[in-house]
């Protein structure tokens, strides 16, 4: 690369590797070093320079092997992430393959319903879900299975541990990151030349067929996207969980990820342990990139950044 294209990538590359070093390294190099302090309360001048090594990291393993209730933690950060990741990428892939072999103007309408979840304000989704899930009579799915006759009193759904709570936290997370995967697939989906769908229907191909041979093999790139951006999403994500536990909705422990965890701990009622936080947010943040690396490694993204066979 000569000097002059060296120049102009530089220029336009600047922006955004400034934002980078400002938003993202600075704040995380802070972390890393208030995790190796005992820094409380936001108290700087008492505690900033109270160095304590890796401590706070003893601490949490200490936690992981005796305090059930920091297991409960962990265990549903992988139960909540693991199954919402799978909801979120195949229940959006399959719904813009459902939407994408039915005709534009109710198509359209499906989208708009699906994405009014991603629409709405936080705290009003959460407040829909919160009374649909309602551990008492008001809650309108009590309601409705005692007008059927099926249950005769109500059922705390959120706090049946831990799959009650599980589910919960999972149906309210994956109906939003459903309409995120429909809205990259479909981008994809509009792009792939109608040509190649009329063929395969002139040769006879189902729906299921030209979704199977042509339409998933040509999003490989959106399929990676969506898979990475979900999985540090949900890994990072706690304001849907934080206002369902704050109403009691769902059990305290099995509701409360490891993100949600960092922040109860660093801005929650009571005492303040910084210290602690950081640390919990620095392995998060290494379990984000080691997951990252892995499903680029699974998806073969070195193999589809080859650079294409050809004479050209």
Do not use: C
Not at 277 to 286: E, G, N, P, T, Y
């Amino acid at each position: 690369m000569d000097r002059r294209k060296l120049r102009e990538l530089s220029f336009f590359l600047s922006p955004m590797l400034l934002m980078v070093f400002l938003f993202y390294l600075i704040p995380l190099v802070m972390t890393v070093y208030i995790s190796m302090t005992r820094m409380r309360n936001w108290n700087v001048e008492r505690y900033l320079t109270d160095f304590v090594g890796l401590y706070n990291y003893h601490r949490l393993f200490y936690m992981f092997q005796h305090d059930p209730t920091f297991k409960a933690v962990i265990m549903t950060t992988v139960v909540f992430v693991g199954i919402t990741l799978l909801i979120n990428v195949f229940g959006g892939l399959l719904l813009s393959l459902a939407i994408f072999f039915i005709e534009e103007r109710p198509a359209s309408f499906y989208r708009l319903l699906w994405l009014l979840p991603r629409m709405s304000p936080i705290a009003v989704y959460s407040l829909v879900w919160y009374y649909f899930f309602h551990g008492s009579e008001i809650g309108t799915l009590n309601s409705f299975l005692m007008h059927l006759g099926l249950i005769s009193q109500p059922i705390p759904w959120g706090q049946i541990i831990p799959w009650g709570a599980w589910s919960v936290i999972i149906f309210v997370n994956g109906l939003v990151g459903v309409s995120f995967g429909m809205i990259v697939f479909t981008s994809a989906l509009n792009q792939i030349p109608r040509e190649l769908i009329i063929a395969a229907r002139v040769d006879g191909a189902s729906s299921w067929q030209i979704s199977r041979k042509i339409l998933i093999p040509m999003m490989r790139w959106h399929l990676l996207y969506v898979f990475t951006w979900q999985f540090l999403s949900l890994l990072t994500t706690y304001p849907h969980l934080f206002l369902l536990v704050e109403w009691d909705l769902v059990n305290r422990d099995y509701g409360t990820t490891l993100a949600l965890y960092v922040f109860n701990t660093a801005f929650g009622m009571g005492e303040q342990d910084q210290g602690l936080a950081a640390a919990a947010a620095v392995i998060l943040s290494i379990i984000g990139i080691l997951g990252g690396l892995v499903t680029l490694k699974v998806l073969k993204f070195e193999r589809m950044m080859k650079k294409p066979r050809g004479d050209f």
